[in-house]
């Protein structure tokens, strides 16, 4: 078992050791390319240099700077290249000597949120990087078969021609492709190189993102939960300032507050909202984390620019929170098709309707667009109450058991509940008895009493139903009864009943109703009057 164990041991490190022996190779492969390319590129430069020096043409020394100059960056990036694959790894570093300049304002917010967008970048520099070497396999991959093909096309011109300076030229350019063919392939060689490398090193986008978020909270945690509780803080102490004020000064909570008052409210909280987001800053800023820093000026910047957009409304709503907007404390206004007070105006109004006891809770910004006034001493708020009798157009009759801002619940004598919507409600034009109210009614007597029907019949009629409203317990209830000549009719003499009771009587008002036609015809009985029916006459042409 022990030799059997050996054995595995001894051929995995074999095979370890010849897949490490391969990738050298390759590695070494890869290195003597892009030193072959740089030797290339060095003579190159030395003989645009010989004929940059010899060359007495102004535009000819010009282009062939500029030509060196473009050889001295490739020369640049192949050393790069060389010596990155020959360590395995990125050491390239940013160029820290630069010069100073005057900043712009949009410099100063760069160089102001320059952390945030650093870390933002090294957190997809892998993937940036496999990019851009992706982008130069596909450019070489386009390239290289194009030059091979001018390499080729050369070679057919050299078989073809014997012209010797034909030649000779024709030798120059050949040899110069051929150049580009090996600087193209060792340059694709060294992109497919570095990308293997990516790929054996990279890890799973969700390992990244995790091992990103370790990162950043080991890192910044601490900062992150500093911040947070001197956010906390100050919330807490500046609420626990406010209820303190408010429980030794209680003028800050009546009614009808003084404009200096509702100011100081206003700028306090305004200096609160500043400084929980001011404070968790200066905790960053102390603990130099600048990317927090920096993550903190970009949410300022952007409640700033938010606020830019809405600035009108907010001057709207900081005079209604000054009590010296369209709509003030204490006055009337119309919302929903409703009449309302403004009992207080907060961030959260509280309105009201003083009669039907319903109250709103409504943000500020609702009562922007809308005007209140003064509400005058007679002016109704609403038709009813809870507890009252109401007779509506559509002779429905009962009591008010229930009022909310969407229905309007009532309950007949029957104990029969019945609901309606509240602009329905107001449209059948509701009779509040509860408030007194007036039963009309009338009888008509024959013509044979015509004599007596001004004087004698209508005091007797009065008399007769005082008695009767006594006698059944309705006296304390009456308020006025008149009882007069109407009008004399087609067949009739007709005589008007009119009684005026208070509300407390509201609940028998059908009763009260029908009681008084009665005690009319009894009446009638009593005293012999007669009641005519309707004559129909039919005239002769």
């Given at each position: 078992m022990?030799i059997l164990k050996l054995?595995i041991t001894?051929?995995?490190?074999?095979?370890?050791?010849?897949?490490?022996?391969?990738?050298?190779?390759n590695?070494?492969?890869?290195?003597l390319e892009?030193?072959?390319s740089?030797i290339?590129?060095?003579?190159e430069?030395?003989?645009?240099?010989i004929?940059?020096?010899t060359?007495?043409?102004d535009d000819?020394?010009k282009?062939l700077?500029?030509?060196?100059?473009q050889?001295?960056k490739?020369v640049?990036?192949?050393?790069?290249k060389f010596?990155?694959i020959?360590i395995?790894?990125?050491?390239s570093?940013?160029?820290?000597?630069?010069t100073p300049s005057?900043?712009?304002v949009s410099?100063d917010f760069?160089l102001l949120?320059k952390?945030?967008i650093?870390?933002?970048k090294?957190l997809t520099?892998e993937?940036?990087?496999?990019a851009?070497?992706?982008e130069?396999i596909e450019y070489?991959d386009r390239?290289?078969?194009k030059a091979?093909?001018?390499?080729?096309?050369i070679?057919t011109?050299l078989?073809s021609?014997?012209?010797r300076?034909?030649?000779k030229?024709?030798l120059a350019?050949?040899?110069y492709w051929?150049?580009?063919?090996?600087?193209?392939s060792?340059?694709?060689?060294?992109s497919?190189?570095?990308v293997?490398m990516?790929d054996k090193?990279s890890?799973s986008?969700?390992?990244s993102?995790?091992?990103s978020s370790?990162s950043?909270?080991?890192e910044?945690?601490l900062?992150?939960?500093e911040?947070?509780?001197?956010?906390?803080a100050?919330i807490?102490?500046m609420?626990?300032?406010?209820?303190i004020?408010?429980?030794?000064f209680?003028?800050f909570?009546?009614?009808n507050r003084?404009f200096h008052?509702r100011?100081?409210d206003?700028?306090?909280?305004?200096?609160?909202?500043?400084l929980?987001?001011?404070?968790p800053?200066?905790v960053f800023?102390y603990?130099?984390?600048?990317?927090?820093f920096s993550?903190g000026l970009?949410?300022?910047?952007?409640?700033?620019?938010?606020?830019?957009?809405?600035?009108s409304?907010l001057?709207?709503?900081?005079?209604l929170?000054l009590?010296?907007?369209?709509?003030?404390?204490?006055e009337?206004?119309?919302?929903?098709?409703?009449?309302w007070?403004v009992?207080?105006i907060?961030?959260f109004?509280?309105?009201?309707?003083?009669v039907?006891?319903v109250?709103?809770?409504i943000p500020?910004?609702e009562?922007?667009?809308?005007?209140s006034?003064?509400s005058?001493e007679?002016?109704?708020?609403f038709p009813?109450?809870?507890?009252?009798?109401?007779l509506?157009?559509?002779?429905y009759?009962?009591k008010?058991?229930g009022i909310s801002?969407?229905?309007?619940?009532?309950?007949?004598?029957?104990?029969?509940h019945?609901?309606?919507i509240?602009?329905?409600?107001l449209a059948?034009?509701?009779?509040n008895?509860?408030?007194d109210?007036?039963?009309?009614?009338s009888i008509?007597?024959?013509?044979?009493?015509?004599k007596e029907?001004?004087t004698i019949?209508v005091?007797?009629?009065?008399?007769f139903i005082?008695?009767?409203i006594e006698k059944?317990?309705y006296?304390?209830?009456?308020?006025?009864?008149i009882?007069q000549?109407?009008?004399a009719?087609?067949s009739s003499l007709?005589i008007a009943?009119v009684?005026?009771?208070?509300?407390?009587m509201?609940?028998?008002?059908h009763?009260?109703?029908?009681?008084?036609?009665?005690?009319?015809v009894?009446a009638?009985s009593?005293y012999?009057?007669?009641?005519p029916f309707?004559?129909?006459t039919?005239?002769?042409s």
């Open positions: 022990h054995t001894i051929f995995i490190t074999i095979i370890f050791l010849s897949l490490s022996s391969l990738a050298n190779e590695t070494i492969y890869t290195l892009l030193q072959k740089k290339i590129l060095e003579d430069i030395k003989i645009k240099t004929q940059e020096y060359s007495t043409l000819e020394k282009r700077k500029d030509e060196i100059r050889l001295d490739k640049n990036e192949l050393r790069r010596e990155m020959a395995g790894i990125d050491i570093l940013e160029d820290s000597s630069k005057n900043n712009t410099e760069h949120i952390p945030l650093e870390s933002a090294e520099k993937i940036r990087k496999k851009q070497l992706q130069e070489y390239v290289l078969p091979a093909q001018a390499y080729e096309n070679e011109l078989n021609t014997k012209n300076t034909l030649t030229e024709l350019l050949q040899e051929n150049r580009q063919i090996t600087l193209l060792s340059n694709m060689n060294a497919m190189h570095q293997e990516l090193n890890i986008f969700t390992e993102l995790h091992e370790k950043f909270f080991q910044r945690g900062f992150l939960l911040g947070f509780l001197a956010f906390l100050v807490i102490v609420h626990t300032i406010h209820i004020a408010i429980k030794l209680p003028i909570t009546k009614a003084s008052l100011l100081f206003l700028l306090y909280r305004i200096f609160t909202a500043l929980a987001i001011i404070v800053m200066a800023y603990e130099e984390d600048w990317v927090l993550f970009l949410i300022l910047f952007g409640i700033a620019w938010t606020f830019r957009r809405f600035i409304k001057w709207q709503q900081a005079r929170l009590n010296i907007g369209s709509v003030r404390e204490d009337r206004i119309l919302y929903l098709d409703l009449p007070r009992k207080n907060n961030i109004t509280i309105i009201e309707n003083p039907s006891g109250s709103l809770r500020i910004e009562l922007i667009g809308l005007a006034r003064p005058l007679y002016e109704p708020w009813c109450k809870v507890g009252d009798w109401l509506l157009s559509n002779d009759y009962g008010v058991v801002l969407e229905f309007i619940e009532f309950v007949d004598v029957g104990g029969g019945r609901s309606y509240v602009s329905d409600f059948l034009s509701p009779q008895l509860s408030t109210f007036r039963i009309i009614d008509g007597i024959g013509y044979g009493h015509q029907s001004t019949i005091k007797q009629l009065e008399s005082l008695q009767k059944e317990g006296r304390d209830g009456l308020k006025k009864l009882v000549f109407s009008h009719g087609e007709d009943i009684a005026n009771f208070n509300g407390n509201a609940p028998l008002y009763r009260l109703r029908r009681s008084i036609g009665r005690w009319a009894e009638c009593e012999g009057w007669e009641i309707k004559q129909i039919i005239h002769n």
